[in-house]
Nanobody, 123 residues
Framework: QVQLVESGGGLVQAGGSLRLSCAAS????????MGWFRQAPGKEREFVAA????????YYAGFVKGRFTISRDNAKNTVYLQMSSLKVEDTAVYYC????????????????WGQGTQVTVSS
């Protein structure tokens, strides 16, 4: 089992940057594919990015378009989401999620979730 705690959210102007962090408990962090999701007010939660067990492979939603970078540090049990060129429409609660897998699992398979961190982008 793994527990996830996000941090790094806040208020930023459009065009700015933020780095989200997600600290995981447990000694098997490197056995989990990690992902970031977001949920805007009145909308369903959507996939943002995922990273493989070793961190070599990454996968992004189309709307990221090179603006976001997911990374992980298995020695620190932490996954990051570097967000740049932020837009007002990026405003959402961002969630870190994990799933024990060796492949690219569909979003519905993620079974561990953090509490979320609010990102607000102002115009």
């Amino acid at each position: 089992q793994v527990q996830l705690v996000e941090s790094g959210g806040g208020l930023v102007q459009a065009g700015g940057s933020l780095r989200l962090s997600c600290a995981a408990s447990g000694r098997t962090f490197s056995s989990y594919v990690m992902g970031w999701f977001r949920q805007a007010p009145g909308k369903e939660r959507e996939f943002v990015a995922a990273i493989s067990l070793s961190g070599v492979s990454t996968y992004y939603a189309g709307f990221v378009k090179g603006r976001f970078t997911i990374s992980r540090d298995n020695a620190k049990n932490t996954v990051y989401l570097q967000m740049s060129s932020l837009k007002v429409e990026d405003t959402a609660v961002y969630y870190c999620a994990a799933v024990r897998s060796r492949n690219w699992p569909p979003p519905a398979d993620y079974n561990y979730w953090g509490q979320g961190t609010q990102v607000t982008v102002s115009s």
